[in-house]
């Protein structure tokens, strides 16, 4: 029995480790969202800029039009924390029904890794 928990601990480390996000495959993944998305300014673009979102409230920048849904969200105290980004970026229009943002969503294993990289452009 101890030996079955120490393995169990053990692995779950090992997975832990394993998986941690990647800021540079993060990158990789941003990519497919600077078609419409801009980073490095906090000007936007065809969406709005993702510069500083990580801890940024919902539907803030003045110069982006947000759909109704996300400027209600906003209004309601959403925050983009790890948590919420992760939520939305796995389906937006099941996080906010209503959201203008026509994408499908990210993988989980993409996710962590866009944040990362998010995160690390603030």
Request: aromatic share 10%; with cysteine.
């Amino acid at each position: 029995m101890l030996r079955t928990i120490a393995w169990a601990i053990t692995a779950a480390s090992v997975a832990g480790n394993g998986f941690a996000a990647d800021a540079d495959r993060g990158a990789r993944i941003y990519r497919a969202c600077s078609s419409c998305h801009i980073i490095d300014d906090t000007r936007s673009t065809f969406g709005p800029s993702l510069k500083g979102v990580v801890g940024r409230r919902a539907a803030i920048i003045d110069d982006y039009a947000y759909s109704p849904a996300l400027k209600k969200a906003g209004e309601d105290g959403l925050v983009w924390n790890e948590h919420e980004l992760a939520e939305f970026l796995t389906s937006p229009s099941r996080k906010i029904p209503g959201t203008k943002m026509r994408f499908w969503g990210l993988w989980s294993f993409e996710i962590d890794d866009l944040i990362a990289f998010l995160k690390a452009n603030p």
